[in-house]
């Protein structure tokens, strides 16, 4: 692609973290891109699912002024009674126009998102570059980055370009030929694998995994680096017959560096609350720890390189 081809790509992204050690190799900034062809049971971004800007209301932060009542051109928004007031948001009104956030001082709310073009994502990139060192770079993630393959392609050109490290973190549901051309362009490529049964990763994802396994071996043909993701999560991808096939699978790869396991955790419950989603039904306990060692030893004995958390 032409530098001048990218100047007008932009796209939705709801999260940029700077200094991240646990997207890749070394200190990293990783970018989320809005949107996501999976819908995980068990996701921890929700608010990168969908491809569109979405409210994002934060009752703790609510001052109960109701600034936000009358500039809601939907009158999706009205208060709760009582000396607590809270702003209530019908979601089933709401078109996400973002209007009201204007009217909330307080910020409780925004919108999870904002437009970036590909140049502007790379200035914000660019000034992390001092902490980069020789390790670390940017993580393009999501949501799925590939879902919008031109600007992720755009991005890494760029970075490349700029002797910046890129890693790619997908869930390797890419169905596109620019898509493939991302996962074969990042220097490293996070691969998340969320279970070898074909029934249960359609449960627990919306998907096939069939595609996402034969772009892993593509990937892992290029002689490429891999990290592999593992969520364990409780009644998915748990299963001791689950966990000796992933590290059957992964014994098998040549350009897996690591294998990360990331056990089940409720932290993102708050993130459902914003955008007044009802909990999935799997946020009951986080993972217990003692059973996250166990899933480890079986990738150690396998000889995988394997750890607990990213
Ligand atoms: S985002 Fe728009 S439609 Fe939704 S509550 Fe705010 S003003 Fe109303
Ligand atoms: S404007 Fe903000 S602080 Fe005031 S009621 Fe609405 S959400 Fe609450």
Known sequence: MKENDAVGLSSLIFNIVHGSTVDGWGVRTTVFLKG????????????????????????????GCGNCVPACPKKAISMTPGRDAKALIDRELCDNCMICADSCYVGALASFSKQYTVNELF???????????EDGGVTVGGGE???????TLALIEKC?????????????????????????????VLYDVKGLDPD??????GVSNELILKNLRYRDSLGKEIIIRLPLIPGYT??????AREAELISGLKSVKRVDIIPFHKYAEIKYRQLGWPLPYV???????????????????AGINAQIGG
Request: hydrophobic letters at 30%.
């Open 160 to 188: 490349r370009k700029a002797y910046i490290h890129t890693a790619l973190d997908t869930c390797g549901y890419v169905t596109t030929e620019t898509g493939m051309k991302c996962l074969e362009e990042a220097d490293l």
């Open 283 to 301: 946020f009951g306990e986080d993972f217990p720890e003692a059973r996250e060692k166990s899933v480890l030893e079986v990738f150690l004995k």
């Open 238 to 243: 748990d299963s001791r017959e689950n966990i």
């Open 123 to 133: 200035s914000e990139i660019e000034r992390d570059q001092g902490y980069f060192g």
């Open 200 to 205: 249960t990763h359609v449960r627990g994802t």
């Open 145 to 151: 980055a590939t879902l919008y393959p031109d600007f």
């Open 36 to 63: 996501c062809p999976l819908r995980c049971l068990w996701c921890c971004n929700p608010e990168g699912q969908k491809k569109y800007a979405e409210l994002k209301y934060t009752a703790d932060d609510c001052n």
